[in-house]
Structure formats: C-alpha cells, structure tokens
C-alpha cells in the first residue's frame, strides 16, 4: 500500500496519559500535515513539516503538544496529559511538494480520552 | 483566519436526482479544492480549480469556481448510493496550510 499510511487507527487513553500518533506519507512525499477533526467543527491545520523541520505550527496548542519528522522513521504527533478535550480524530496528509493544496491524507487516528 | 461556508450542511436526496452544495468565502483563494470523506475514512482529493470562472467534470460531477476565486459550487447528476458522503471543501494558504469548510453531507436514497 503506496498511501498514506497512520497508526494506531484507534487509541484509547485515560486523562494524564500520553498519546503518540504515527505517520508514515506517501513514498516520495517529503511534506507530512496533522490536521485535527472534531464532528460539528471540520478539520482544522495543527502542524506542517518536513524531514527534520518543523515549518509551520502555528495551528498546534502551545502546551501538551509536539511533533516531530525525523530523518528515518514517521512522523509523530505527540500529547502529553492528555484531557478529554483532546478526543478527536487525527488525520495525517502528505504532499509532494508546498502549495499545490493537493493533500493525500491517510484514515485517521481516533483517541478517545477517558 | 480564512473562512469557509459550506451550504447546505445536510442534503437527502433520492437516486436519480440532481444536486448542487456551495461553498463561500470572503476571502479570495489561488486556489481551492473538493475533497470527499466517507465515515471512518480520511478525506480524498476529487478536484483541485485554479482559475476563476473555471468548470470541471469528473464523471457526473461539475465543479465551478467563481469569476471573483471566493466561492465555488459541486453539481451532481444522476446521483447515485455511491456519491453519498461528506464533501468537503478547502482552501489554501501558503504551506499547503488549508482551511476548510464544516463539508456537505450528502445522502443518497435508493
């Protein structure tokens, strides 16, 4: 499978734990995008990277919050004291390149936070 | 922040039928794409419009993009089970940085 590739696919965690989310992107695709979606409230922009870069992460909140592309291996989305505001489903695309707006995302990572 | 307003947020209709969901902006955006999510699943790419004024056809879907680049409108033709889902539509900052619409959730009835 050639896509966008994110695990876990479900997560459950307990308020003060750490979720850790991965993102492999597609091959050839050196851009990887988190993107949070809550129902009533669309998807929103968290972070922007690149291998070894953060570039933008103007959408992610201050605290808790982190992520990181290293050089070999996916990407991470990391929440730290997780609290039940946190419960979302967290999507993960890849790109080719900045600016084309033409994202291949993957199938989400769900948390819950009980 | 760049917003956009997907109307109607809900739409049922019967297998056969035509519809048309809109999505609109006070912002102008170079361009803009429709993506379309079923349950459970992460968005994909249908179509991307770059000019104003410009149409595009993917199979029974048209898709439009304004004269002025703020708004943009996905018409259906012969809807069928299959097209049921949530289109969503997004448009871009720099850094691939999208916003998007709260979608159109579409329901085709057999």
């Known amino acids: 499978n050639a896509g966008v590739m994110q695990n876990p696919r479900h997560l459950v965690r307990r308020r003060g734990q750490e979720a850790r989310l991965r993102c492999s992107p597609m091959k050839g695709h050196s851009h990887v995008y988190w993107y949070r979606q809550l129902p009533e409230e669309g998807l929103k922009f968290m972070v922007y990277l690149q291998k070894e870069n953060i570039i933008d992460e103007s959408g992610m909140p201050k605290e808790r919050f982190s992520a990181e592309f290293p050089k070999e291996g996916p990407s991470i989305l990391r929440i730290q004291q997780v609290v039940r505001g946190d419960s979302a489903a967290y999507f993960c695309?890849?790109?080719?390149?900045?600016?084309?707006?033409?994202?291949?995302f993957g199938e989400g990572s769900r948390l819950t936070v009980l | 922040t760049q917003l956009l307003e997907q109307s109607p947020q809900f739409l049922s209709i019967q297998e056969g039928e035509n519809l048309t969901v809109y999505c609109n902006s006070s912002?102008?955006?170079?361009?803009l794409q429709w993506y379309r999510q079923e349950p459970g699943e992460g968005p994909v790419l249908l179509v991307t419009?770059?000019?104003?004024?410009e149409v595009k056809k993917l199979k029974r879907l048209t898709f439009q993009f304004g004269d002025a680049r703020k708004d943009s409108s996905l018409h259906i033709t012969a809807a069928q089970t299959g097209d049921t889902g949530l289109y969503l539509c997004?448009?871009?900052?720099?850094?691939?940085?999208?916003?998007f619409g709260k979608g159109n959730q579409v329901v085709v009835i057999p």
């Open positions: 419009v770059v000019t104003g004024g």
């Open positions: 997004a448009g871009g900052g720099g850094n691939n940085r999208l916003a």
């Open positions: 695309a890849s790109s080719p390149g900045p600016g084309t707006g033409e994202l291949f």
């Open positions: 912002s102008v955006f170079s361009s």
